[in-house]
Nanobody
Framework: QVQLQESGPGLVKPSQIFSLTCTVS??????????WTWIRQPPGKGLEWIGY???????YYSPSLKSRTSISRDTSNNQFSLQLSSVTPEDTAKYYC????????????WGQGTLVTVSS
């Protein structure tokens, strides 16, 4: 059974860069037909898709965040990461990593999420 676990800082100062890592167990991130996704949910708001990295290493980003976002992977440790730059308090959110099964276009496995607060 695949499991995902996010890790990273809980508090970040405005204008800084933060990075989150998702550690995947129970299945390789290079397995065909799966995309590895980052999603966030600001307090009191809905889910927002950030982007994903495919099983072959290609990346796709939300147009609204593309200029500040980078998603990468470490296949030797079976991890993928999110980097967000020039953060503001509006980036405060619970950040989730999730697996997408592309043949069904469905997110079938989620991490528990990690809260990132942007504040001075």
């Amino acid at each position: 059974q695949v499991q995902l676990q996010e890790s990273g800082p809980g508090l970040v100062k405005p204008s800084q860069i933060f990075s989150l890592t998702c550690t995947v167990s129970g299945g390789a991130i290079t397995t065909n037909n799966y995309y590895w996704t980052w999603i966030r949910q600001p307090p009191g708001k809905g889910l927002e898709w950030i982007g994903y990295i495919t099983y072959s290493g290609s990346t796709y980003y939300s147009p609204s965040l593309k200029s500040r976002t980078s998603i990468s992977r470490d296949t030797s440790n079976n991890q993928f990461s999110l980097q967000l730059s020039s953060v503001t308090p509006e980036d405060t959110a619970k950040y989730y990593c999730a697996r997408m099964y592309i043949l069904l276009n469905a997110l079938d496995t989620w991490g528990q999420g990690t809260l990132v607060t942007v504040s001075s």
